[in-house]
């Protein structure tokens, strides 16, 4: 049976304060408590800044948007920083619709937000 969904958690061996998300599958009601439990225990274990990879995502719906939002106040709250990299259509449309590229940066590539950060 294919997996649903899927979050790695990934060391960037040159920025060692910075883990990259890698998302696969998507993102649903079903699990999208899990993104901010990770993310969460991420933060509490003293991590603020996140890049996140969304070149396998194949769908996120509103739970999954909020939940990202919930993430990114979190990060807030500790002055970290969430940035989006690999967001291909039509998935960027539908989060630049509702205005979610405006609180998440979005990068090319994982160099790209390594290089603004």
């Known amino acids: 049976m294919k997996e649903r969904f ?6 960037i061996p040159q920025r ?8 696969k599958g998507e993102i649903d009601i079903t699990n999208s408590h899990y993104v901010i439990h990770r993310v969460f225990s991420l933060i509490n274990n003293g991590y603020k800044y ?12 509103s739970s999954g948007i909020f ?14 920083w969430m940035k989006f990299i690999h967001l291909e259509e039509p998935l960027f449309s539908v989060l630049r619709s509702l205005g979610i590229t405006k609180v998440f940066p979005v990068y090319k590539d994982l160099d790209a ?5």
């Open 6 to 11: 899927f979050l790695e958690v990934k060391d």
């Open 16 to 23: 060692e304060d910075v883990k990259l998300l890698e998302f």
């Open 67 to 80: 939940n990202l939002l919930r993430c990114y106040a979190k990060l807030q709250e500790n002055n970290g």
């Open 113 to 117: 937000a390594l290089k603004n950060s």
């Open 50 to 61: 996140l890049i996140a990879d969304f070149s396998k995502l194949e769908h996120i719906n």
